[in-house]
Structures are given as C-alpha cells and as structure tokens.
C-alpha cells in the first residue's frame, strides 16, 4: 500500500503530468494534494479517473479556496472525520485493513499550529498516520540557513509528536523536502513535509518508510509512504539456541544423536553429517519438548503475575479515587511495535540500480548478488606474476617455524583452540556457535579430534565444511544504492 502527499503550489499542467507519473509509477490508494488554488467542483472529473482515483474530500476555508484535497482508490471506503483550514482526517477500509489518515497542511505562523496540534492529539487512537506539510521543523538539523531557527517553535513540535507516541519513518531520497529557491548566500531548504505512524500501524504493516521524490514543478517534494509486509524469507535458515544448553535433557538428546552410527568413513564428513542431523532433531525437538514446557512454565507464571498485578491496580484505583486508569494499560503492545520496527533496517526498502529506483525485492536481490558475484569472480581479476609476487614479499617464517605451523596438532591443542574461541561470535551457515562446541565438548571431541587431523594429513577441506555467510552492513542510515553496503563473511566455527 501505497500514500501520497504533495504539496503542488498550484495544480498546473506540468503538475498534472509529474503527479500521473507518479500514479503509475507506484499506484498510490490515497492522494493528498496540497495548495492546489484551483476550484475544486471546476476541475475536471476525468483526469482523476484517468490516474484511477476518486473524489473523496475538499477542506473548506471561510471565503477561500480549499487548500487541501483527498482522493482515495476507488476499492476504499472511506469517512472524513474531521476537516478544517489546517487539516482533513479521513478513515479508510482497504481490503482488510482499517486505518486513519491525516492530510496535513499546518499554517505559516505557529500560534495557528497550536490548534492543529491539540485536534491531532485527539485522534491518535488505532492505526493512524500524520502525513503532509507540517510547516515546522525540529530544530537546526532540519534545516539549511543562515539564521537558527525559533528554539521555542521547535520545541513545541518536538513536545507534539513525544505526546503523540508516534514513530517517524527516516526519510530517504531528497534530505530536505523543502527548498526557498533561492540564490546564496539567502538560499533555504527544510524538512517540512514528513509522517508519522502510530504503534499500532507499525503492527499492522511492519515495514514502513517514507521517500521524498524529487521536486521539479514545486518547492516542495512529493512524500511517498510505502508500506509493506516483510518478505518472507526464502530460506530458514537454523541457528542454535543458548537457552538450549540450559535444558535438563540437553546433552542427552544431543549424546543419543551424535552417537547414533553413520556410514561415513572421512572423519571431516562424519563431523559435518552429524551436525547436520543433529540440526534437524534440535529443531523437531525444540518445537514439541523443549518449547512446550517453556510455555506451560510462562503460562502458568503469567496468571500468578496477572492476579497480583489486578490486586495492585484495584488498590491504586480505590486510593487515588482516578477514572482514567484502565486494566492492562502497561504499554506492551507500544514496545512490541517498537520491535517490529527496529527489525525494518534488515530489509531494503529500495535500491538505485542503472539510475532508477526499483523497489521489487526480488529485482533488488538479484542485483546484489550479481554485483558480489561479479566482484570476487576471478575473472575480473588481472594476471598475477606468481614468481615476482614472492620475490617482493620477505620471508618472516623459517622452515622450522613452518614445520611446527604444518605438525599434526594433539588433542590438547585442539581443545585449547576450541575454548579460547569466542562462544558468541555470529555463527556461520551451519547456525552452531562456539557455545554449542563448548557445552557439548564431552560428547562430539573425539570426532572433532579426527577431522582436524585428517584435515592435517590430507591438506583437504570438503566443499560446504567451510562454507560462509555473506553479510551486508550498511554504511549509512538509509542505503540507496549496493555501494552503501559494506559486506562482512561470517565463517563456520
């Protein structure tokens, strides 16, 4: 689901060509246009329905033009719940989804501000979402100018959105949504245009962001807020539990697996196909015996706490003699969309590719792993002189030192290693980390004994017994394009 805001400064015929643009490029169910001194009875019906879009409001001003308009898809069902100079609050019905929307167009002076920001506050309940030109910025940062802006104006801004307990998506693409056009040193540029979501939107769409798309016939850039659910991974990939090694029946299901004969005579392979097996019943068993009593345990600790917690609210209520105080009004659901929304950096909204902002995941996976695969295949790589790269490099390791680096270790030195390995580090593709190799040392070390020695006699490593993980970091807060991302390989242990 697709939202767009803009502030047009005029609804003209170039403005009409880049806002169908837009439509077809990311087919938006709701439009707010802002500042469009244009009639609205006198505009024609046709060009909406031509971009598939429906009339749904106009604000009315007293002996002015309305300055903001709303057209919706016309698979919504939609109700305006409130309308003035400043603002129009519309609640929609898309598909399954309810939903409210503030079309914003805060006024130029802030005294005026100050009653759109008390009629926003009373209608922050379900999921909603502020999104427009709110004229105000948050302080310095938001800014370009020669002159700061007003603290105390800014603050009341920042005091408005705390009280709301809304969430602001980052804004990508354009820094500044706003631009005075005009020539230095008086040149200015804001961020006016913004939005911001209530928890419980963040819980009904989980990846949320907001693009400034570039401004070309108005001062102000057009505010796309994409709303998606997470893909689903393609993968699932396993990764071994900590909280596992504290179970009582632990080390006996993982001793009855490991135990259990395999025909396979490489001491490399036997390793790597009994951790493979071990994979599969850790997951079977984690899903029946071991998380299910985790749950009967919590269910029955819940219901001790949740009586205990009634008896405290009763008796707060009796002596504060209060009327707002509701049961269950701890704020759960408040911090659990705050989870879901720290989990949005781990997907990537969109991507630059070729000069064109694409937003299909599928298309934006399939160029990440063309540009790595490209970039470390040898065949970019330009012929080396295997002889005069020795010759430049010194030789710091004597035959003997190489002799004690090449002998087959003994069992205490491995086990040495094993331990003075970090047990948390980030696990490789086969999702065991060190903790698994320590608490489980007992049962699996004469076979991780054999494999190090094999690997030793036979200087030979199966394909997938060092297999790892390409992971990418990103190098700013919002990544536009694949050279935002620093990749880091996480190994097997």
Same mark, same amino acid.
């Given at each position: 689901?697709?939202?767009l805001?803009?502030?047009v400064?005029?609804?003209?015929?170039?403005?009409?060509?880049?806002?169908?643009?837009?439509?077809?490029s990311?087919s938006?169910?709701?439009?707010?246009?802002?500042?469009?001194?244009?009639?609205?009875?006198?505009f024609?019906v046709?060009?909406?329905?031509?971009?598939?879009?429906?009339?749904?409001?106009?604000?009315?001003?007293?002996h002015m033009?309305?300055?903001?308009?709303?057209?919706t898809?016309?698979?919504?069902?939609?109700?305006?719940?409130?309308?003035?100079d400043?603002?129009i =609050?519309?609640?929609?019905?898309?598909m399954h989804?309810?939903?409210?929307?503030?079309?914003?167009?805060?006024a130029?002076?802030?005294?005026?501000?100050?009653?759109?920001?008390?009629?926003l506050l009373?209608?922050?309940?379900g999921?909603?979402?502020?999104?427009?030109?709110?004229?105000?910025?948050?302080?310095?940062?938001?800014?370009?100018?020669?002159?700061?802006?007003?603290?105390?104006?800014?603050?009341?801004?920042r005091?408005?959105?705390?009280a709301?307990?809304?969430?602001?998506?980052?804004?990508t693409?354009?820094?500044?949504?706003?631009?005075?056009?005009?020539?230095?040193?008086?040149?200015?540029?804001?961020?006016l245009?913004?939005?911001?979501?209530s928890?419980s939107?963040?819980?009904?769409?989980?990846?949320?962001?907001?693009?400034?798309?570039?401004?070309?016939?108005?001062?102000?850039?057009?505010?796309?807020?994409?709303?998606?659910?997470?893909?689903q991974?393609?993968?699932?990939?396993?990764?071994?539990?900590?909280m596992?090694?504290?179970?009582?029946?632990?080390?006996?299901?993982v001793?009855n697996?490991?135990?259990?004969q395999?025909?396979v005579?490489?001491p490399?392979?036997?390793v790597?196909?009994?951790?493979?097996?071990?994979?599969?019943?850790?997951?079977?068993?984690?899903?029946?015996g071991?998380t299910?009593?985790?749950?009967?345990?919590?269910?029955?600790?819940?219901?001790?706490?949740?009586?205990?917690?009634?008896r405290?609210?009763s008796?707060?209520?009796?002596?504060?003699?209060?009327?707002?105080l509701?049961?269950?009004?701890?704020n759960?659901?408040?911090?659990?969309?705050?989870?879901?929304?720290?989990?949005?950096?781990?997907?990537?909204?969109h991507?630059?590719?070729?000069?064109s902002?694409?937003?299909d995941?599928?298309?934006?996976?399939?160029?990440?792993?063309?540009?790595?695969?490209?970039?470390?295949?040898?065949?970019?790589?330009?012929?080396?002189?295997?002889?005069?790269?020795?010759?430049?490099?010194?030789r710091?390791?004597?035959?003997?030192?190489?002799?004690m680096?090449?002998?087959?270790?003994?069992?205490?030195?491995?086990?040495?290693?094993?331990?003075?390995?970090?047990?948390?580090?980030?696990?490789?593709?086969?999702?065991?980390?060190?903790k698994?190799?320590?608490a489980c040392?007992?049962i =699996?070390?004469?076979?991780?004994?054999?494999?190090?020695r094999?690997?030793?006699?036979?200087?030979y490593?199966?394909n997938?017994?060092?297999?790892?993980?390409?992971?990418?970091i990103?190098?700013?807060?919002?990544?536009?394009?694949?050279?935002?991302l620093?990749?880091?390989?996480?190994s097997n242990?």
């Open positions: 689901m697709n939202l805001v803009w502030n400064r005029g609804l003209t015929e170039e403005s009409k060509l880049i806002l169908k643009e837009h439509c077809a990311f938006p169910v709701i439009v707010g246009i802002l500042e469009p001194k244009s009639i609205f009875d006198d024609p046709s060009f909406w329905r031509s971009i598939n879009l429906v009339a749904c409001h106009q604000n009315a001003r007293d033009r309305s300055n903001i308009w709303v057209f898809h016309p698979s919504i069902v939609s109700h305006v719940i409130l309308s003035f400043q603002v =609050i519309v609640r929609c019905v898309w989804y309810c939903f409210k929307i503030a079309v914003i167009h805060g130029n002076c802030h005294v005026a501000r100050r009653r759109l920001w008390l009629d009373n209608h922050i309940d999921s909603t979402v502020f999104m427009g030109d709110f004229n105000a910025i948050k302080g310095a940062h938001e800014r370009i100018s020669n002159c700061l802006p007003n603290n105390t104006v800014c603050q009341e801004f005091d408005f959105i705390t709301t307990g809304f969430i602001e998506p980052p804004i693409g354009l820094r500044f949504t706003w631009s005075g056009r005009r020539f230095m040193p008086s040149h200015v540029e804001s961020v245009d913004r939005a911001i979501i928890d939107f963040v819980e009904l769409w989980h990846n949320v962001s907001s693009h400034a798309l570039p401004r070309i016939t108005s001062d102000h850039s057009p505010l796309l807020l994409m709303c998606r659910h997470p893909p991974a393609r993968h699932n990939f396993f990764k071994f539990l900590h596992w090694v504290e179970h009582p029946n632990f080390e006996k299901m001793e697996s490991w135990n259990s395999i025909d005579n490489c490399i392979f036997k790597m196909a009994k951790l493979k097996r071990l994979r599969k019943e850790l997951r079977l068993w984690n899903r029946t071991y299910d009593s985790l749950f009967n345990a919590e269910i029955l600790a819940q219901a001790k706490i949740n009586v205990a917690l009634s405290k609210s008796l707060l209520k009796q002596k504060s003699r209060v009327s707002w509701t049961d269950g009004d701890r759960t659901a408040f911090f659990h969309a705050m989870l879901k929304y720290k989990k949005r950096p781990h997907i990537i909204p991507l630059d590719i070729q000069g902002m694409v937003y995941q599928d298309e934006i996976g399939n160029h990440i792993v063309d540009f790595f695969s490209n970039l470390f295949n040898e065949d970019n790589m330009e012929e080396i002189d295997v002889v005069a790269l020795e010759a430049t490099i010194d710091v390791v004597s035959p003997s030192q190489n002799d680096l090449t002998r087959i270790p003994e069992n205490d030195k491995i086990t040495a290693a094993v331990f003075d390995m970090d047990p948390n580090s980030a696990a490789g593709p086969d999702g065991f980390f060190g698994f190799f320590q040392w007992q =699996i070390r004469s076979d991780v004994w054999n494999a190090v094999a690997f030793f006699m036979r200087s490593l199966p997938g017994c060092n297999s790892n993980t390409l992971v990418l990103p190098k700013k807060d919002v990544v536009n394009s694949v050279t935002d620093r990749p880091i390989v996480l242990f």
